[in-house]
């Protein structure tokens, strides 16, 4: 029963459905041009969906779950479901730290009936597109334990402080599980501990995937195909609104100086004061192959302890303080302080010649026209979608005095 | 089966010019504007003579507004009568039409900015230059050339600043997000500044790969935007430029302003402020004493250890 009223949540039902009725030839007999205004239009309206000022949860933790069972070397994507899922993982890791930077992320894959952590909860970008990398190589076998995968996950996401965000993302193959207790009770353990759930299904619904994202709090959904499985996982890359039990709080940060040794030959003084065969920590467990250009090399010393990174943000590993950058920070503020939607006009009804932002002039064929709610200055469409998704500042309110002060 | 690809290369400049008059520079002398403006608009010209195919605009700036005052838009408008005047130049293909036709859109266009400073309406004079408005504008222009230019042909876009001004916190928020868009976008954002070292703009230069160069002397002006703003990035290694500015990445606080090296982060809104205090200021969370989240943190760390 309750699967009939989420019938309508794929979006292959509802916003792209019959989309061939909708394209219409224009004057000139070209359909490129309706085609490219449906595309528009489903963005405008995803845009219009998204909710503003909700609480976000700007130090996300997730660990993903990835199904390395047989299911996975099905050829139903291709080449494989494997080989797929890992290069579109690749894309979604980047996405993600692009666009929450001060968050983390985990690995854990499951096959045989086990659940391995291949990537503990970090904040580097090629260490985890490098063991994707490694699992697009790496055998396929058994059956998955979902329940041994979310133990996993929740034994470390339930250390972190109250204010971190806790997320886990599934990447499922398989129709089946093989777990070793009542999955209900680790269930229930997650609900109670604010762990959200999400399930990527490859093959077709599963019912405790269902009942998993819905007790937690996630999404569940089944690919159509790669577009869509890429579409899917992108939804995740945008931080959820944050769950009840989450704290706030104020987290001690420190901002390193960047130590640019060996850039000007003048530097050279300051450098050897400054301990020059310094190794950074995050590459001191590849020992390995102990490459020497690491060795003095450039990096970001934290502010209380001296150690020295090369890439922010991390947590030093000999203090505990998290290190970012000023603006690691400010690239995340357009969550909080989005542009507000513009207004729908009709194009007949302005009174302006050309578009505020990108200075066209408004022709025959422009049906719409778009006003900001906050300085009246009028966008043609594209504008609209590029400031809305990538600049995430209204150009009128940034050249209009008084206005311009607080965005 | 070949087909031959000859894809065109052209290079779009877009300049933010700052026409705030309260600019030290101005102040003393108000008819340097001129000498700005010309220094500026030969480098136009210079960056059009580069490659026929090669485009500019200019955005204009002061506390109460921005606006272009040189775009396409401008440029292609029928000059009826004047073909007597330059029909030296119209044998041409046309390029040499547009650096005159650029010198006097310029010229025009500014007198909007000059109303506003005489405005009895617009009260804020010593307001800070909305240049953060002007490079929005410039990357919504620039948005759209890359949506109409031809296919099979390549447009290398980067931003230009010009300013003797010296703050922009005011408009923090806005820098940020033009910077991290150039950036998602590969344009390189240069600053000339007139003045001032700027360290918020250096940032912009440091994200999107670009140089910051403050200008010993205003005589030189146009020197300097020939040598080093001139070259397009890619020939930049060739040369000889100033070195990369150290770049300050510490943080200022909401609070005060200062820059700082450690501080404390509202992990709701991520604001900074240098000291614990138990409400944010920005989003007006509540927080919990900071002894709470100490003795988590050691639990944590006792059991890493075993
Ligand atoms: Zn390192
Ligand atoms: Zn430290
Ligand atoms: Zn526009
Ligand atoms: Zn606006
Ligand atoms: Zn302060
Ligand atoms: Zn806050």
């Not at chain 1, 250390?159 to 680790?186: F, K």
């Not at chain 1, 690691?328 to 009174?351: G, T």
């Not at chain 2, 504008?137 to 949506?147: D, G, P, T």
Request: proline share 4%; charged share 25%; aromatic share 6%.
């Amino acid at each position: 029963m309750a699967d009939e009223d989420e019938g309508n949540e794929y979006r292959w039902e509802t916003g792209y459905e019959k989309t061939w009725e909708a394209i219409k030839e224009d004057d000139d007999g070209m359909l490129e041009a309706s085609v490219a205004e449906i595309v528009q239009r489903a963005k405008r309206k995803r845009q219009a969906e998204r909710r503003p000022n909700t609480r976000l949860g700007m130090m996300r933790h997730l660990y993903i779950i990835l199904d390395c069972s047989d299911a996975m070397s099905d050829q139903d994507l291709k080449p494989t479901r494997q080989l797929c899922t890992a290069k579109l993982l690749e894309g979604f890791i980047e996405e993600y730290f692009d666009q929450n930077p001060i968050s983390q992320m985990g690995i854990i894959v499951t096959r045989n009936k086990r659940a391995e952590l291949v990537c503990e909860l970090a904040g580097n970008v090629h260490k985890h597109v490098d063991i994707v990398k490694q699992f697009a190589q790496g055998p396929c076998s058994g059956e998955p334990s979902l329940q041994n995968s979310l133990e996993l996950a929740l034994s470390s996401l339930r250390l972190l402080p109250g204010h971190a965000s806790r997320e886990v993302l599934i990447i499922m193959g398989s129709l089946t599980t093989c777990d070793p207790h009542d999955i209900n009770v680790t269930i229930q353990k997650l609900k109670a501990e604010g762990v959200r759930c999400s399930v990527i299904g490859l093959a077709a619904e599963v019912r405790v995937c269902r009942q998993l994202s819905k007790e937690t709090g996630g999404m569940y959904s089944v690919i159509l195909d790669d577009c869509h499985f890429r579409d899917l996982l992108l939804q995740q890359v945008e931080p959820p609104p944050a769950a009840r039990t989450q704290d706030s709080s104020l987290v001690r940060m420190g901002f390193p100086h960047h130590n640019r040794i060996g850039n000007e030959s003048g530097d050279t003084t300051s450098a050897s004061n400054n301990n020059p065969m310094s190794f950074c920590m995050c590459h001191l467990d590849v020992e390995s192959k102990v490459d020497s250009s690491k060795l003095g090399a450039a990096g970001h010393l934290c502010p209380q302890c001296g150690s020295k990174y090369c890439e922010l943000p991390v947590e030093c590993r000999s203090c505990g303080l998290t290190l970012v950058s000023a603006p690691h920070l400010a690239r995340s503020y357009h969550h909080l302080f989005p542009v507000d939607n513009f207004q729908e006009l009709d194009a007949k009804e302005i009174k302006v010649s050309d578009c505020f932002g990108c200075r066209r002039k408004f022709v025959e064929f422009d049906k719409h026209a778009y006003k900001c709610k906050a300085c009246f200055r009028i966008f043609c469409l594209d504008c609209d979608i590029f400031v809305h998704d990538t600049l995430h500042s209204c150009p009128g309110c940034t050249s209009t005095a008084k206005i311009g002060v607080s965005t | 089966m070949h087909l031959i690809f000859t894809e065109v290369e052209t290079s779009l400049l877009v300049i933010a010019v700052d026409l705030h008059s309260r600019q030290r520079y101005l102040r003393e002398h108000p008819s340097q504007l001129m000498h700005v403006l010309d220094s500026v608009v030969t480098l136009a010209n210079m960056h059009l003579m580069l490659k026929t195919k090669n485009k500019v605009a200019i955005v204009g700036c002061n506390a109460a507004r921005s606006d272009f005052i040189f775009c396409d838009t401008d440029a292609i408008q029928p000059q009826p009568g004047q073909s007597g005047q330059s029909g030296l130049a119209r044998q041409s293909d046309g390029q040499y039409e547009l650096f005159a036709h650029l010198e006097t859109s310029v010229k025009q266009n500014i007198k909007k900015f000059s109303v506003d400073e005489n405005s009895s309406f617009f009260d804020d004079k010593d307001g800070e230059s909305l240049i953060a408005g002007a490079l929005t504008m410039a990357l919504c222009y620039i948005n759209r050339m890359n949506r109409e230019k031809a296919t099979g042909e390549k447009l290398n876009s980067r931003l230009l600043i010009v300013t003797g001004c010296s703050g922009g916190a005011s408009q923090h928020m806005a820098y940020m997000n033009v910077f991290f868009t150039a950036q998602k976008l590969n344009i390189v954002l240069d600053v000339c500044s007139l003045d001032y070292e700027l360290g918020l703009l250096q940032q912009g230069c440091d994200i999107t790969g670009g140089l910051f160069l403050k200008i010993p002397q205003l005589q030189g002006l146009l020197q300097y935007l020939l040598w080093v703003f001139l070259p397009e990035p890619p020939i930049r290694k060739k040369l000889v430029l100033p070195p990369p500015a150290k770049v300050d990445y510490r943080a200022a606080c909401f609070c005060h302003r200062n820059l700082i090296d450690i501080g404390f982060v509202c992990s709701i809104c991520l604001s900074i402020f240098c000291k614990f205090s138990p409400i944010c200021t920005t989003c007006n969370t509540v927080f919990k004493p900071p002894g709470s989240l100490l003795s988590k943190k050691k639990k944590k760390a006792n059991k890493n250890v075993c």
